[in-house]
Every structure is written in C-alpha cells, then in structure tokens.
C-alpha cells in the first residue's frame, strides 16, 4: 500500500456523518438487543446463551452486502468450541482488504447488588448506555455493524475495498480457541489491514489511537507447609500459616515505593503522552490519602512499565475459619509486561523469583497459566495516518496516541499470522467506562463518532484502493 493518502471531500465526510446520525436509534436499540443476551464463554455458564448472541451478529451482518455469513467454531479440549461469526466480501482486483475485528461475549456480571441497573438490560441516561457488554465489546460489534452501513449506502455494494468481519466469542476467557481459529481459517481472515475494536479513548471527547500494549503473564502460586492442617493452639507458634507465609512472599513483589522488584523485567522508557495525576486518581477513584504505587511518570507506570497484582486469593474464608493453620494457600498473580519484553522470558523471571523466596522454606509451586505478548503499533503506516485523520473528522479534535496499560494477546498473533497487515486498534471505551466492573457503561456521542471515523477509514481506504487500481 502507498505510504500516502487522498482525504475523502468535506461533502463525504458530512455525507457519512449524516448517515450515522440517522442511524442512532436503531443503532442504540440493536446495541441495546445484544446487550440482553448473557453470552459468556465461561463453562460455569450456558453455552446457549453464547450461541444466541453469536447468531445475533450473524443476522445484523447477514444484512449487508457480503459475498457470505457463517458462524464457525474450531473443537476445543472439550469437543465444541466457542461461536465465532466472520463475514466476508472478497476485493476487486488490485483493491486491499481491510478485517474489522470485536466480540460478541462478555464478562460475567458479578454481584447483583454493586449494579444500578439490572446488567443485562440497556438503560439509556444521562448521555450513556449502562449494561454489560455495552461498551465492552458489543459496542465495537455495533460500531463495525453502522459503519458498514454508512459506507455501502456511500459507496454502493461493490466498493472494490475487500472487507472481512471477524466477531470472535471468547476474548473475554482469554481466546483460548484463537490461534487453532486462525490456523482453520486462515485465508478468510487475511487482510492488509486489521481494525481491533477494543480499546479506550482518552477522555470522553477527546479519541485515541492505541500505539502499545503491555503483554500480560499469569499463573497460580501455592505455598505448603503441612501436609494437613493442625490445631492452631496445639502446634501454633514453631509453624507459621500458609495464609501468612503466602502473604510473605507476595510482599517480595514489590519494593517499598510499590515498583515491581522481580528481577528480569524489562521497562521500556518515558511515555510521551503526560496524563495528570489528579485525573488518573479521578479516573481510577483512588481513595483520598491512597498513595500511588512506583516511579516515573503516570504514564509511564500505565503503559511502559511491568505491574504485578494479585487477582485472587484462595484461602479458608472469615465466615467458615476455625481455630485451625491452614496446611496450603495460593494466589493468582497478573503481570503486565512492558512493551518490547518477551512474555515467556517474563514469565521465567516471574517463576523464579517466586521460586527463591519462598519464605521459611515453605514449598512453593508456580503454574504459568498464560503467557501474551505486547505489541507496538507503526503510527507512521498510512492505515494510522488515515485513522488519526479520521478521528479528527468525526471528533473535531486531535487524536491522542495514547500506550494501554491492558493487553490484547492476539494481536502479537495476527501479526505473525499477517506480517504485512498494518494494525489500528481503536477505541469504544473512555475512562467512566467500568469495563469488567459494575455498572458498566457506554458515551453515546462518542460511540456515534467512533461509527463516523470508522465509516471514513473505510472510504478512504476504499479511494486509495481505487487510485492504486488504475
């Protein structure tokens, strides 16, 4: 593709912009339908649901010109695999081919009573669409959906821009199914350029263009010291809990100022995007006197540098603990890698410092449960000067080159998979959003621009394609 581009007319844009903004209310009211189904590709829940939600999507891209719909499936461990809808509509001849990827699961609702709102149903107010899956990512589903629709009723059926839609239905369990996926499907999936839906602007108002990713590393620690739990007043005092020895070594992740202290990650540099305290603490709603945890910037912290948590404790609980020391306990750990690291020597360094401070000689055990890669966007590639471009048009400000602090996994893989593709990954969310959390919600407006900036990368795309043919 060329390293330049010719920017679609005003008249295309406020065409395209019109178009959106006609479509809102079937748009929302869609959005609203998808947010009703309970897809969650967790085996605690029912694989029907899924099933629906994936048919769903099936039906609302059924509707656009493509050359074919179909809700495919790769086995799984377990012999049936999660639900994933592609659609496809081949290029003309000397034309490039664009994928617009989301996913239709979500996560599970959690407690009922942290939602104001019921979560599965759509509740408009206040300039936001609460529900879950309305942001994250069944808005990316709909953002793929209306901007195809602005784009075929510009540009006819037959734009000459070749689009592929890849809906997957089990990001949210950390695609286990994705690479055996894309390994059946290959050919169907390829593209020159790759949309990922799955982000978060910078601010409401104000969009962003994803330029990094942390990888993530995650495993379960489990430390023994019986081989079964005792009396805590017989044989208390020579032997300490495996709660508090636990508790010991997750202490040694950290230095005193809150930096990860594990040696062999890496830190990439300064961000160079500042992102002020005072906000983050708003963003994030740290409580007042909390103090932030590591060095540098803000940003920094968020996007090039490693961060270690504890997910999960599993521990005998307040209400069912008797006068007993608990023989074993065991933690899952999250490590978000700084760009550029290589995930498996991440979790190597992770594995070993767990390893060498297993306090009081406890017996320490850590299992890698995953292991993603991160990834640095080419903001210089003209699918991200079209994208930036774009933003701007449907905004009317310019677009933040923001880092991620999360990781999308998969996107190392497409980028194996393809290496000449070029990769945007854009933004649904903003900072109010509570993806994952209660309450849950969606910025109308901005879901409305993030429709419009796709519509025109589309068309743009589908000009330069058309001059490139000639």
Known sequence: MSTDFTRPSSDTVEALRASVDRSRDTLLHELGELVAIPGIAWDSFDAADLDRSAQAVADLLAELPFDGVEVL???????????A??????????????LLYAHHDVQPPGRRELWDTEPFEAVAKDGRLWGRGAADDKAGV???VGALRAFFEHRGSEPGLGISVFVEGEEEAGSPGFEAFLAAHKEKLAADVIVIADSANWEVGVPALTTSLRGVVGGIVEVGVLDHSVHSGMFGGPILDAPTLLSRLIATLHDDDGAVAVAGL?????????YDEARFRADAGVLDGVQLAGRGSIASRLWTQPALSVTGIDVTDVARASNTIAATARAKLSLRIA????????????????????PLGAHVTFEVEEAGPSFHADTEAVSSQIALWAFEQAWGCPAVRAGMGGSIPFTATLTEAYPGAQILITGIEDPDTRAHSANESLHIGDFLHAVTAEALVLTALADQGAAQAE
């Open 73 to 83: 499936r790769v086995p799984s461990e377990d012999g049936t695999g999660h639900p």
């Open 142 to 144: 709909m953002a793929h």
């Open 85 to 98: 809808v592609v659609a496809r509509k081949a290029a003309a001849p000397g034309h490039p081919t664009i």
């Open 266 to 274: 890496l830190s990439e540099g300064h961000a160079d995007v500042d």
């Open 339 to 358: 760009p550029g690291q290589d995930a498996r020597e991440a979790a190597e360094a992770l594995h070993r410092h767990v390893m060498e401070h297993a």
